[in-house]
């Protein structure tokens, strides 16, 4: 059997102990993309939430105010977007909602995220409250369109 020299041992613990490195870094960036896009989405949640609110009545119609709703949840889903690489669904052991099919159908989740922004887009010209709901309609059916496909339900 051939020795193994001080030096190749050296050389062995250094490359595992690279190899250790790396893998934590991955998973200290793959947390750090899956808490920044969960932020954006929250913030989407709270975009919606002010409007659904003016839809029910429990708050006047502000044009305004609906237009600033509508450009936080079109800027926070043009945040999310990109913040969904491979390997950072809810099979990574990082605790989420991103279903496998993100990256099965990387096409159709592309795709739904344009829906959603065009949709979040139209809101936020809404200028009068009869024009509300449908706009709100489009909006709700982006959401849903990507999160029945590609989020998995609650844990
Ligand atoms: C293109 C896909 C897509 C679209 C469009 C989308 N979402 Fe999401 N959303 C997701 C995924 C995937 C998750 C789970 C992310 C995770 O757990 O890391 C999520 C999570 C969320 C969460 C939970 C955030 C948290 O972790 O607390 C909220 C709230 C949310 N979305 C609201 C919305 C609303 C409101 C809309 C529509 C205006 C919307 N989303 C549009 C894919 C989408």
Redesign the pocket.
């Known amino acids: 059997m051939r020795k193994i020299t001080k030096t190749t041992k050296a050389l062995i613990l250094f490359g595992a102990a690279m190899i250790a490195t790396a893998g934590v870094v991955q998973a200290d960036g793959h947390l750090g993309k899956?808490k920044e896009?969960?932020?954006a989405?929250?913030a989407?949640?709270g975009?919606?939430k002010i409007i659904v609110e003016t839809a029910k009545g429990k708050r006047a119609f502000d044009a305004a105010v609906i237009k600033s709703a509508a450009l936080t949840?079109k800027t926070n889903?043009e945040k999310?977007?990109p913040l969904?690489p491979e390997g950072?669904g809810?099979d990574s052991g990082i605790?989420?909602?991103?279903?496998p099919e993100?990256w099965l159908d990387e096409e159709g989740?592309?795709a739904?995220?344009k829906?959603?922004?065009a949709?979040?887009d139209n809101m936020a010209g809404v200028a009068k409250m009869a024009d509300l709901m449908p706009a709100l309609g489009q909006?709700?059916g982006?959401?849903?369109?990507?999160?029945e496909k590609?989020?998995?339900p609650k844990k």
């Open positions: 899956i896009r969960q932020e989405m929250k989407v949640g975009g919606i949840i889903l999310a977007g969904f950072t809810e605790e989420n909602r991103a279903k993100i989740f592309a739904a995220l829906t959603a922004i949709a979040a909006l709700g982006g959401c849903k369109g990507c999160h590609f989020r998995a």
